[in-house]
């Protein structure tokens, strides 16, 4: 029964096929096709823009520069320390439990923990602008 149908279906579908004329496409039809391709291929959304500027990136650069110089050549800023100007003093002191008393953190490990907070906090304004210029396409 069903190679019956079958069978109707492709004398039916011959038969509409020999009817139909013979279709072919235009003499320009390649340009046209090739001149639709090149306008796509120039879209703006695949322009490469960097997140940072050449600018931003050549003050970061100086600024490492002269922290790195300073760290080197050691040239005092100040006799007292980075931090003696916020005077921590007079923040009232909470008791630490025993259990943390004895841990002890250099100040190369909390240096990096500032300056890793501070990228941060600086990447992510940054990465969200970014972000929200691809939406908007």
Given at each position: ?137
């Amino acid at each position: 029964m069903k190679d019956n149908k079958d069978k109707h279906l492709d004398k039916l579908i011959d038969r509409v096929m020999d009817e139909m004329p013979l279709e072919s496409p235009s003499m320009d039809f390649t340009a046209n096709i090739l001149s639709k391709v090149n306008t796509l291929s120039k879209s703006e959304v695949t322009v490469y823009k960097p997140l940072i500027s050449i600018y931003l990136i050549f003050i970061i650069g100086m600024l490492l520069f002269g922290s790195l110089a300073y760290v080197v050549f050691r040239f005092p800023l100040e006799e007292t320390g980075w931090f003696s100007s916020l005077e921590l003093g007079q923040l009232p002191i909470f008791k630490i439990p025993e259990v943390f008393s004895s841990i002890t953190i250099s100040k190369t490990f909390m240096y990096s923990i500032v300056i890793f907070a501070v990228l941060l906090f600086v990447q992510i304004p940054l990465l969200k602008k970014q972000f929200d210029k691809q939406l908007e396409y």
